[in-house]
């Protein structure tokens, strides 16, 4: 568990979370104005991203770092880990329904309770329907669409600048240009579900699995065994981390699970967003959906031992602000 904890940080939090969002924001800010539908659609996703993956640069995700002084991997490790993750990266990684299928857990026959995967899917659908509706309004047809030019530069910038070659990855399959309105209606969707759905599910848990430090230690000082039977009491306790790391990881942990005191959640949206009644309306149909998840979360939560709330749309905001 200790190696799964590391990757989950380096790669599965911050890397296609925090990095992947703010590829989406610069790409947005840079080509696309504000009075565009496709900028109103997403801005609220990307609201406060470069700021604090600033200070995560500042003080977590660097040489000298606290992940390069509290994780097994150091900071050299750390670096390769951001190297081979990133060389790997699909966008479709944040794609719920095409990352659960690619991982053979979709069928819920196969494999039941597995609620991230089935609160995932319907917060990912409801975000969907409203992005549906939206581009349904301002394109007439796939042509209004690859006609448009800054929606072009956008999908050109993130492709070349934000997704640029390494390693052999081109784009990391975010396309050069964007032919459709369903080709649209799932990037839009993908973008708002990584910044708001799956940050939140990756990132909100954290204090709650890492605390007890035991249960995914960052740090391990020994290697593990190789034998059965000749582990002792004191081997554990002196590969797991010592104090002072043990309290750093509690205020890592701490500090990331927390929500930001102005924070924004999932479909409270500015009353000036979109000024046309349609659009209005699709906001209010996209509350009333992530209202009805969330009671239903809510009631299937009454009967576990151990709630899963980390898709609940009452859990989720909108962007990554921590």
């Known amino acids: 568990?200790?190696?799964?904890?590391?990757?989950?940080?380096?790669?599965?939090?911050?890397?296609?979370?925090?990095?992947?969002?703010?590829?989406?924001?610069?790409?947005?800010?840079?080509?696309?104005?504000?009075?565009?539908?496709?900028?109103?659609?997403?801005?609220?996703?990307?609201?406060?991203?470069?700021?604090?993956?600033?200070?995560?640069?500042?003080?977590?995700?660097?040489?000298?770092?606290?992940?390069?002084?509290?994780?097994?991997?150091?900071?050299?490790?750390?670096?390769?880990?951001?190297k081979r993750c990133g060389t790997a990266y699909s966008v479709h990684w944040s794609n719920i329904k095409h990352n659960t299928e690619e991982r053979g857990v979709d069928d819920a026959s196969k494999l039941p309770h597995?609620?991230?995967?089935?609160?995932?899917?319907?917060?990912?659908?409801?975000?969907?329907?409203?992005?549906?509706?939206?581009?349904?309004?301002?394109?007439?047809?796939?042509?209004?669409?690859?006609?448009?030019?800054?929606?072009?530069s956008f999908a050109n910038d993130v492709h070349f600048n934000g997704f640029p070659a390494y390693g052999g990855s081109l784009g990391h399959e975010f396309p050069s240009s964007i032919a459709t309105k369903a080709e649209l209606v799932q990037i839009c969707t993908l973008v708002m579900f990584t910044g708001s759905a799956q940050h939140a599910a990756v990132n909100f848990g954290q204090y709650t699995y890492y605390s007890f430090v035991p249960n995914a230690p960052f740090v391990l000082h020994k290697p593990p065994p190789t034998r059965k039977g000749k582990l002792k009491f004191k081997d554990l306790m002196d590969s797991l981390p010592d104090k002072e790391e043990t309290l750093a990881t509690n205020v890592l942990v701490s500090l990331l699970s927390g929500y930001s005191p102005d924070e924004i959640y999932l479909g409270a949206y500015p009353p000036e967003q979109f000024v046309e009644e349609r659009a209005k309306q699709a906001v209010k149909e996209l509350d009333v959906k992530l209202k009805q998840i969330y009671e239903m979360i809510k009631k299937r939560n009454e009967g576990l031992d151990v709630p899963y709330i980390y898709m609940s749309p009452k859990n989720i905001p909108n962007s990554i602000t921590i």
């Open 114 to 152: 597995y609620y991230y995967r089935d609160d995932g899917y319907r917060v990912w659908d409801a975000i969907e329907s409203y992005v549906t509706e939206i581009i349904d309004m301002f394109y007439v047809n796939d042509a209004s669409v690859s006609e448009d030019e800054e929606l072009q």
């Open 1 to 82: 568990m200790s190696s799964h904890s590391q990757f989950h940080e380096i790669s599965s939090h911050y890397l296609t979370c925090h990095a992947v969002m703010e590829t989406y924001s610069m790409g947005l800010m840079r080509n696309i104005p504000n009075a565009h539908p496709v900028y109103k659609l997403l801005r609220p996703h990307v609201r406060y991203t470069m700021a604090i993956n600033r200070k995560a640069r500042e003080s977590l995700i660097n040489a000298t770092g606290i992940l390069a002084r509290t994780f097994s991997v150091g900071a050299d490790g750390e670096l390769e880990v951001f």
